[in-house]
């Protein structure tokens, strides 16, 4: 095989190579975790900035939006996490099981869901909107399918949780509100917002405490989420395929209905000492990740080779 086909493939691949150098800088250099863990929540500040400045209602044909919106808020907290912690139940251990229970019942990760969609070629203004609201719905939703998920006994920090959610959408809202959109170019917001998923990528997989989290433990749960983003990938397709969907749609109905909010996931984790509970909240960010950059970069290639 020629040097620059070997070169042109790899170039398609660009973005997983990205996150899995974010992902080995983390694991090799954890050291300057400890300047990045404060910017996580204005990193995901930054992230819900980057897609609000792109919402043009004038766009947004509620009609067209409200059904697939209440699909992708009905596959997100509900049949997802209903039928992906039945599953997770079968092959974890608590503490892994409850790390599962939190990632399926937080909210949208906007930035990564709106960047993934625009980067494979999907409808980003569809993606702006289900992630939008899937974080304002969060403050309700998130604690009522937690407790659901695990148990009435277990407490949710439910006001914590209200703040947090707070400070990211609202400084998201401020930052959109105070900043002029000629101020800032899309390339150079684009640029910023995937600056900042691989900060936070960083972040994750630095703050893990790796020596207390064994080999036999971690691969059921690596497993169990490639299960459950396959999960989601099933559903929306399935959804896509019997509302008779265009590629361009069922792309950000799965993004924003499978892909979680890291920042308010591990802000839950709190809570809970295993050191397993943040191991699967960080593993299915991770994939998740990874699953994203694979459609990013293998979809476009496939749709131009069929023009």
Request: glycine share 8%; hydrophobic share 55%.
């Amino acid at each position: 095989m020629r040097a620059d086909t070997v070169v042109g493939r790899l170039t398609h691949f660009k973005n997983l190579l990205v996150v899995l150098c974010a992902v080995c800088v983390g694991i090799l250099l954890p050291g300057f975790a400890l300047y990045t863990e404060p910017l996580v929540t204005p990193l995901v500040v930054l992230l819900v900035f980057s897609s609000l400045r792109d919402l043009r209602f004038d766009e947004i044909d509620p009609v067209a939006y409200g059904g697939l919106l209440t699909l992708s808020l009905l596959i997100s907290y509900a049949l997802l996490p209903l039928g992906g912690m039945r599953l997770a139940s079968q092959f974890l251990s608590e503490g892994a099981l409850i790390g599962v229970a939190i990632i399926l019942a937080a909210p949208t990760t906007a930035g990564s869901a709106i960047i993934w969609t625009r980067l494979s070629g999907g409808d980003d203004q569809l993606s702006i909107v289900i992630s939008v609201a899937s974080l304002l719905v969060a403050p309700l939703a998130m604690p009522l399918v937690f407790q659901h998920l695990v148990s009435a006994h277990l407490a949710t920090p439910v006001w914590p949780l209200l703040v947090d959610l707070a400070v990211i959408v609202g400084g998201g809202v401020l930052l959109t509100l105070v900043v002029p959109r000629r101020m800032v170019s899309e390339r150079t917001a684009s640029r910023g917002a995937a600056v900042a998923i691989l900060l936070l990528i960083y972040s994750s997989v630095a703050s893990l405490d790796l020596g207390s989290v064994r080999l036999d433990d971690l691969v059921p749960v690596l497993f169990v989420t490639l299960l459950l983003l396959g999960g989601g990938l099933a559903l929306s397709l399935l959804a896509g395929y019997g509302m008779r969907l265009r590629r361009r749609t069922v792309l950000p109905l799965f993004f924003t209905s499978t892909l979680k909010n890291l920042g308010i996931a591990l802000f839950v984790s709190l809570s809970y000492r295993s050191p397993m509970t943040v191991a699967a909240i960080v593993t299915y960010y991770i994939l998740q990740q990874l699953v994203g950059a694979i459609i990013a970069d293998v979809v476009p290639v496939r749709s131009r080779d069929r023009e």
